[in-house]
């Protein structure tokens, strides 16, 4: 069995995202839910022989419920027990994803497992994506240089807690974890023994950690036993801001089959919802970029570019 979820925790005067600290209790929960129906309902569509799941801490409120079931999207109440962190990390909510494929790894009951964040849509069937993931194990480098600030995040907790070592902590995004049950077992495995020096460290790590501090630490020694497959073949992280606006053209030209959209959690995914409420699918791949301010990239030709072309038809 293939196994897709999100994992979504949610408590009161607790930061869900660093997207929307400015949104109020309510108004995240409405935000996420709806983002957890595009990410959800979308990849049990394109890979409807797979189980694709919700682990949640609470039943999700109506009418979000009624829709994934409806779907064919399993609903999972699982306890936020393990990898607690303070509430004054902004991001503590996020490292439920950790509880919960501990939880469920332990369970077993599956061949190979993906966790992506709900802020996706999938565009494609994941046949390749799997039989790549009964190699091992599949994570998403972000490509952040060493002095980037989010990656120095990672080195610096990583200091802390191990001033002595030696890894170099490359930054794997949490929006997607993936492989067979072996390698995901090693990988908590590792997770797991870090999360307990955090806490004999009284958590002194910079309070802005993520889940993607633990992951990437895990990875560095996952990658002493086995590597690490690269799954920029099949996940692209876009940034649609105006200050930071990073996309590419695989949306159509060599795609990728998810979409990770972290800017548009309350923009241009609430435009996908409002879409698949009116028609019961989600759009096409040219009309999903436009929604999520994904411009196509045109190429200019000048007059020296049309006559090459010219002369390689008049020559062949």
Known sequence: MNLILNAFAFKEDYGSSMQLNNRSDDA?????MKNMVVSLV????KNPGDTVCLATTSEPASPYKEMLE?????IRIIPFDKFLMPKDFPWSLAFYKLCV?????????FENLLLMDTD?????SFEDLWQEAAHGLMLYPVNHTYSHKDRMIIKEAYNSLYPDGKDNMVHYGGEFICGNREALSQLME???????????SEFNIPKNSGDEVILSMAAALYVK???VITAGAYIFRYWTENGFYLVATNTVSNPVCVW????EKDTGVILLYNYYCKHGVFPEREKAASMLGIVSAKRPFGLYHIMARFNRKLNK
């Open 28 to 32: 995240k929960l409405r935000t996420y």
């Open 42 to 45: 979308s990849c049990k569509l």
């Open 70 to 74: 409806k779907a064919g999207v399993v």
């Open 101 to 109: 494929l501990d939880t469920l790894i332990k369970e077993g009951g």
């Open 120 to 124: 996706t849509i999938t565009m494609d």
């Open 190 to 200: 590792y997770c797991s023994s870090i999360y307990e020096d955090v806490k004999k």
């Open 225 to 227: 036993k086995a590597p």
């Open 260 to 263: 990770h959209m972290p800017a």
